[in-house]
């Protein structure tokens, strides 16, 4: 699978230099494309296995999966911002705003945003307008205030709460914050082919909660230089999170059984599944 992943982020990377090639020299195109590099490229290849189970081929899911990975990198230029998570490093580099300035980061932020909804909706993407319409219309709706922007804010107001977030609370913050932008991934492919998604909604809705708990684990557990961020930050803010309230070995646990879930949520594809059961796997294994 880390094979087929570093193929995936060559081939993404290339992609979006191509679309970001146009936009000049310029401090926001600068920080733009400075923004949507390196990273693991889990949400573009839950696009591109996903859209290979369903015979879509690389040259049209790489338009979507490049979408994702626009999105999620406006995410992290945002969170990272000093009135959000106010972090200094992103992948083993100044963020945007420490690179730049503020009011860069916000503009690039929102200028990845819109190139999203762009790359979602190209026509050298899904073959059908009606799914390149249903591209854009679920990926506003993962990104948007009933998602990921919903789970962003209640993770800030749980900062101040009285008292701290119950697991009940956390999964469902998780669900939006990280969940949302891994289910519209992992069924991207199956809405360019006109397919079910069902299956691979509920592998994703087991994957993006396996994520989110290998992300807390590696806050506990991992060091700066290796996650390329900064770690021991929820604990020192005293903040709830999977580790903190199930302890390292039960959130483990519980992340392993949640992966078996996703693979078996797609054991209707049979063996054509496999790459994705190997991402899965893949999630938690995973030190940054």
């Known amino acids: 699978m880390e094979d087929r992943l570093a193929g995936l982020r060559t081939s993404v990377e290339a992609h979006l230099a191509d679309v970001l090639a146009p936009f000049g020299e310029g401090p926001v195109a600068l920080a733009m494309r400075y923004a949507v590099r390196g990273g693991k490229r889990v949400r573009a290849a839950l696009v591109m296995e996903g859209a290979r189970l369903h015979g879509v081929s690389d040259a049209r899911s790489i338009w979507p999966a490049c979408a994702i990975e626009a999105m999620h990198a406006y995410s992290l230029v945002h969170d990272d911002l000093p009135c959000m998570d106010d972090d200094d490093l992103r992948r083993g580099q100044p963020t945007v705003h420490v690179k730049w300035d503020e009011a860069t980061a916000v503009l690039t932020g929102d200028a990845l945003q819109s190139l999203a909804f762009e790359l979602a909706a190209h026509p050298d993407g899904a073959e059908t307008a009606e799914a390149r319409a249903d591209l854009a219309l679920t990926l506003a709706r993962a990104a948007g205030g009933q998602g990921m922007v919903l789970g962003q804010a209640l993770d800030i107001a749980a900062e101040t709460a009285a008292a701290p977030l119950t697991l009940e609370d956390i999964t469902a913050l998780q669900a939006g914050k990280t969940g949302a932008l891994i289910g519209w991934a992992a069924t991207a492919g199956p809405r360019m082919a006109g397919a079910d998604t069902g299956p691979l909604e509920r592998y994703a809705a087991a994957l993006g909660l396996a994520f989110q708990i290998q992300d807390d684990v590696i ?70």
């Not at 646990?253 to 693979?263: F, K, M, Y």
């Open 219 to 288: 806050d506990v557990t991992g060091d700066a230089s290796a996650a390329g961020k900064a770690v021991g930050k929820d604990e020192a803010a005293g903040k709830a999170t999977f580790v903190s309230l199930l302890g390292l070995d039960a959130a483990r646990a519980r992340a392993a059984a949640l992966v078996e879930e996703a693979c078996e949520a797609i054991s209707c594809h049979g063996q054509e599944a496999e790459r994705l059961r190997q991402l899965a796997r893949f999630v938690i294994s995973r030190q940054t």
